[in-house]
């Protein structure tokens, strides 16, 4: 897992000295600027990312986690984490008691946010921290823990290698996603056989590297449009040759064009 905090273009952002939360679910709401990221912490109640507008990259020792406007990240307690967002966001976020939710498995969950729902985040957000624990505040936080825990999830999460030469090529490219080199290259960087680097990367991250990197690519490439950045821009930027290339792929993972998510 990559610690940001020596990178001189990134600017860090504070996070809420808490012992205890002073409501079953404690809202936060920022506005970032691009390239803010968050030391990487833990803490022992749960965590709920949401973008209402921007992309958020969160970041864990099992798996890397984008959060789009309709979607939303769980984080279980006490699990290691860093969220990082490559453009401007607007992030709402919640920690919850542990116990208003019922998944018990340690595991990240990307969930797809209904309009209901996404309505309910900018509400309850909104409320002070010490909101009434009998009041119309406290009835529509259960209503939203509620809804929440009936959500489907997202297919937009991606597992990190545990190798350590597999990770520092996961870092790399998740730095610098466009990086074109291949896995032969990097076995030589690496000091590794090229065989027995795509044997470790499809037993770990269950897919082969180029598919890995491809839906790395795909993933870290929704920020870009997020901004309003051309697709011809965005394909470039992030390893691909031609705008139909990445149109094609973009489609077979995500199930629509750039222009079809943008729309909806």
């Keep these: 897992m990559t610690d940001l905090r020596s990178s001189p273009l990134r600017a860090e952002r504070a996070l809420p000295l808490l012992d205890v939360l002073p409501r079953p679910l404690f809202a936060r709401t920022e506005s970032l600027s691009p390239g803010t990221y ?9 965590q709920l990312s949401y973008a209402v507008e921007g992309v958020l990259d969160i970041r864990t020792p099992i798996g890397n986690y984008v959060a789009l406007p309709h979607c939303a990240v769980w984080i279980p307690p006490e699990l290691e984490h860093q969220v990082v967002n490559p453009g401007r966001v607007e992030m709402r976020s919640f920690y919850a008691d542990p116990s208003l939710f019922p998944w018990e498995d340690g595991r990240c969950r990307v969930l797809q946010v209904s309009v209901l729902v996404r309505e309910l985040i900018k509400t309850a957000s909104a409320f002070p921290h010490d909101y009434p624990l009998d009041g119309a505040e406290a009835r529509l936080v259960r209503v ?8 489907p999830e997202a297919a937009f999460s991606l597992a ?6 597999l990770l520092s090529i996961a870092r790399a490219l998740l730095d610098s996603p466009g990086d074109g080199r291949t896995l032969a290259q990097w076995a030589v960087q690496t000091g590794a056989s090229e065989r027995n680097l795509a044997r470790l990367f499809r037993r770990e991250t269950g897919l082969s590297f ?33 705008p139909s290339a990445y149109i094609a792929a973009f489609r077979a993972l995500f199930g629509c064009t750039p222009g079809e998510l943008e729309r909806r």
């Design 144 to 151: 939203l823990v509620d809804q929440l825990t009936t959500l």
């Design 160 to 165: 990190l290698p545990r190798d350590k030469r």
């Design 210 to 242: 180029r598919l890995w990197r491809q839906r790395l690519r795909l993933m870290m490439s929704l920020g870009g449009l997020e901004v309003g950045h051309p697709v011809t821009r965005v394909a470039l930027d992030y390893g691909y040759d031609s």
């Design 38 to 46: 968050s030391a990487v912490h833990r803490h022992p109640w749960g």
